[in-house]
């Protein structure tokens, strides 16, 4: 699944291209997520002066409202001058004057949805629940430390719920935690504020890292340039069970938390 590195390098990779792009056409051809939210035709005419991202979202923003972008389970966007024929899973083309946008999306829980404002309900319905960006200034440790002590829920589930910092995803979360030697199931309101400090630092190291490296690599994933085959994030927990720790040796154990692995050291991240 694109979590926010993957999303944010996709935007990275086409953001400037398609700044000041005129929309020559807009093909839905199968049904996403969600429905588009206005005529296709409507979008004809109209420039795209920005493309932002706001947790797993993209959101271009047009000269008159704006599309929200989501890749869903197994999404991707490229933007190319020559996309050739859509292939069966290829449900969305936005032609513009700099190039053609096409969402591949073969499980469709993707979605582009058009939003009149960004304030307009149909926009924060989407957006309105996010939590904090991990890599802004707005992420401060103080709040983030309140939120900890505010939750009983077991830290990964807190960071994964995504109210408190957005875009921490299953494979980051589980990494993070390692970085500053949290178990997992520690209850979030337990944790201090030293500990909260570290794991702060390693929230945004460890998406930091995975965006300069192109986001981690990932079965359907490609950048906006159709590239696949990104760099590995060299994970020292996530899908590492049994194999042992990078650290201490120990055997990396795995467990399920709310539907979701997630892996840790025993020796590492003792509480
Ligand atoms: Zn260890």
């Given at each position: 699944?694109?979590?926010?590195?993957?999303?944010?390098?996709?935007?990275?990779?086409?953001?400037?291209?398609?700044?000041?792009?005129?929309?020559?056409?807009?093909?839905?051809?199968?049904?996403?997520?969600?429905?588009?939210g206005c005529?296709?035709?409507?979008?004809?005419?109209?420039?795209v002066r920005s493309v932002r991202r706001r947790g797993?979202y993209l959101l271009l923003d047009l000269d008159d409202g704006l599309l929200l972008l989501h890749?869903?389970?197994?999404?991707?966007?490229?933007?190319?001058?020559?996309?050739?024929?859509?292939?069966?899973?290829?449900?969305?083309?936005?032609?513009?004057?700099?190039?053609?946008?096409?969402?591949?999306?073969?499980?469709?829980?993707?979605?582009?949805v058009f939003a009149a404002e960004e304030a307009s309900p149909v926009a924060q319905k989407l957006l309105g629940h996010l939590?904090?960006e991990?890599?802004?200034?707005?992420?401060?440790?103080?709040?983030?430390?309140?939120?900890?002590?505010?939750?009983?829920?077991?830290?990964?589930?807190?960071?994964?719920?995504?109210?408190?910092?957005?875009?921490?995803?299953?494979?980051?979360?589980?990494?993070?935690?390692?970085?500053?030697?949290?178990?997992?199931?520690?209850?979030?309101?337990?944790?201090?504020?030293?500990?909260?400090?570290?794991?702060?630092?390693?929230?945004?190291?460890?998406?930091?890292?995975?965006?300069?490296?192109?986001?981690?690599?990932?079965?359907?994933?490609?950048?906006?340039?159709?590239?696949?085959?990104?760099?590995?994030?060299?994970?020292?927990?996530?899908?590492?069970?049994?194999?042992?720790?990078?650290?201490?040796?120990?055997?990396?154990?795995?467990?399920?938390?709310?539907?979701?692995?997630?892996?840790?050291?025993?020796?590492?991240?003792?509480?």
């Amino acid at each position: 699944m694109p979590e926010l590195p993957e999303v944010e390098v996709t935007r990275l990779s086409f953001a400037d291209r398609i700044k000041d792009a005129q929309i020559v056409s807009v093909r839905m051809r199968k049904p996403l997520r969600w429905p588009l939210g206005c005529a296709e035709d409507m979008l004809q005419g109209r420039w795209v002066r920005s493309v932002r991202r706001r947790g797993k979202y993209l959101l271009l923003d047009l000269d008159d409202g704006l599309l929200l972008l989501h890749l869903g389970m197994s999404g991707s966007l490229a933007f190319s001058d020559m996309p050739g024929l859509p292939g069966v899973h290829d449900h969305f083309d936005m032609v513009t004057t700099r190039g053609t946008l096409r969402l591949h999306d073969p499980r469709r829980f993707g979605a582009v949805v058009f939003a009149a404002e960004e304030a307009s309900p149909v926009a924060q319905k989407l957006l309105g629940h996010l939590g904090v960006e991990p890599l802004t200034d707005a992420f401060g440790l103080p709040a983030f430390h309140a939120g900890l002590r505010a939750r009983s829920a077991p830290v990964k589930q807190v960071l994964l719920a995504g109210d408190l910092v957005v875009g921490v995803g299953n494979i980051y979360a589980s990494e993070a935690l390692f970085l500053a030697g949290i178990r997992p199931t520690t209850r979030a309101s337990r944790i201090g504020l030293e500990r909260a400090g570290r794991l702060h630092r390693a929230i945004q190291d460890v998406l930091r890292r995975a965006v300069q490296q192109g986001g981690s690599t990932l079965r359907d994933f490609s950048n906006a340039q159709g590239q696949s085959g990104y760099f590995q994030l060299e994970a020292m927990v996530y899908g590492r069970e049994n194999q042992p720790c990078r650290t201490c040796g120990t055997p990396i154990q795995s467990i399920r938390q709310g539907q979701r692995a997630t892996y840790f050291c025993s020796r590492c991240q003792r509480s």
